[in-house]
């Protein structure tokens, strides 16, 4: 990989971290996440550019999760696994970006393996999302900006666009003696 290409991809990395999407689980709970944790994600977020930049992996983050994982459990109810999941992350997010401790009888400390899998799947998940959601986002906005540059060519250039549309118009009735499009080419206005 060359070096634009590296140096293009960091700085598309850093402007995700504020244009990004936070991704909630669907059912309609994703407006009551509290501003402690949007802010919560964005430092985070900053945070794993800044360790992708020491050679470490790029995922979601704890606050991510916590995020995606709040939103679930107000949606469905979750398994065992999946709420130890949820009370180890929102207590670890909880502790160290508002200040408090959750309750000791909620308070997650350990996860085994299986969660701990299941956890680092789901940050997998959450940063490929984003990701390509952003992406996206972008080829949209590549798109709408050049139909808009396309229809505003047309309102400054009427008569360019009518006299073309005449032309093609008349050039039926003339048979094989019009010259077709290269007589646009050809003439000067």
Known sequence: ????????????????????????????????????????????????????????????????????????????????????????????????????????DIQVELLNNYQKTELNRLKSWLYHKRTQMGLEKDRV????KREEAEAQREVEQPALFEFYNYLAITSRGLGSSFPGPFFISNCTI
Not at 66 to 91: F, R
């Open 1 to 104: 990989m060359n070096t634009s290409n590296t140096a293009g991809k960091g700085i598309s990395e850093i402007v995700g971290v504020f244009t990004d999407p936070i991704l909630v689980f669907p059912g309609g709970w994703g407006d009551t996440l509290p501003e402690w944790l949007k802010n919560a994600i964005t430092l985070e977020r900053l945070e794993m550019n800044i360790r992708a930049l020491k050679g470490e992996e790029m995922t979601g983050t704890g606050a991510e999760a916590c995020a995606c994982l709040y939103t679930a459990g107000l949606t469905a109810p979750m398994d065992h696994d999946w709420s130890q999941i949820y009370l180890y992350i929102a207590g670890k997010t909880y502790a160290r970006h508002n200040g408090s401790q959750v309750p000791d």
């Open 141 to 144: 906005e590549r798109r709408q």
